[in-house]
T-cell receptor, first 111, second 112 residues
Framework: GQQLNQSPQSMFIQEGEDVSMNCTSSSIFNTWLWYKQDPGEGPVLLIALYKAGELTSNGRLTAQFGITRKDSFLNISASIPSDVGVYFCAGPPNTGNQFYFGTGTSLTVIP | DAGVTQSPTHLIKTRGQQVTLRCSPISGHKSVSWYQQVLGQGPQFIFQ???????GRGNFPDRFSARQFPNYSSELNVNALLLGDSALYLC???????????FGPGTRLTVL
């Protein structure tokens, strides 16, 4: 089945640093969604991307829809302790009838 | 406005039993999706329903079934429970098929 690979798998950063993570697939995606999940809770939608090359911001978060439509990137600027959690990319490929989540990037922010 | 709600919050069952999980979508959303999340992994897609019709299905055995009601709420049923079915079951709602999905808090199922 489809696999969305996220890198890095985990990150340990100092408060105030910027963070970059990415997500790649073997298939073309029509939509890229980025979620944050805290332990024991449901994922929370951060950013939605709909067009190749699209760059969208939500506060300190910026995400981009790769021009090949097979990847996406998420950046967090000036990290704070509440950014701690697991970040997932997700979306439906342009073929098939499923919705896929990535392998996740675990972020730890050291005060 | 209320978000996606799920019930129950936690559930403990034994192998071989059957379980029904419930989900109410955000008001105005007509699509509901179900996911299984095993500890340490990303959510795995099980089903998507839109206007009471199945619009997507993941790679899960026939023991898993779902339905959507006229008020757009949904139930997920799992028969003949296995130990490996222990997971967080997430429901998400969206306005349209394959649109932005908004998740509920999940139901934690433990199979003993």
């Amino acid at each position: 089945g489809q696999q969305l690979n996220q890198s890095p798998q985990s990150m340990f950063i100092q408060e105030g640093e910027d963070v970059s993570m990415n997500c790649t697939s073997s298939s073309i995606f029509n939509t890229w969604l980025w979620y944050k999940q805290d332990p024991g809770e449901g994922p929370v939608l951060l950013i939605a991307l709909y067009k190749a090359g699209e760059l969208t911001s939500n506060g300190r978060l910026t995400a981009q829809f790769g021009i090949t439509r097979k990847d996406s990137f998420l950046n967090i600027s000036a990290s704070i302790p509440s950014d701690v959690g697991v970040y997932f990319c997700a979306g439906p490929p342009n073929t098939g009838n499923q919705f896929y989540f990535g392998t996740g990037t675990s972020l730890t922010v050291i005060p | 406005d209320a978000g996606v709600t799920q019930s129950p919050t936690h559930l403990i069952k034994t192998r071989g039993q059957q379980v029904t999980l419930r989900c109410s979508p955000i008001s105005g959303h007509k699509s509901v999706s179900w996911y299984q999340q095993v500890l340490g992994q990303g959510p795995q897609f099980i089903f998507q329903y839109y206007e009471k019709e199945e619009r997507g299905r993941g790679n899960f055995p026939d023991r898993f079934s779902a339905r959507q009601f006229p008020n757009y709420s949904s139930e997920l049923n799992v028969n003949a429970l296995l130990l490996g079915d222990s997971a967080l079951y997430l429901c998400a709602s969206s306005a349209r098929v394959w649109d932005e999905q908004f998740f509920g808090p999940g139901t934690r199922l433990t199979v003993l």
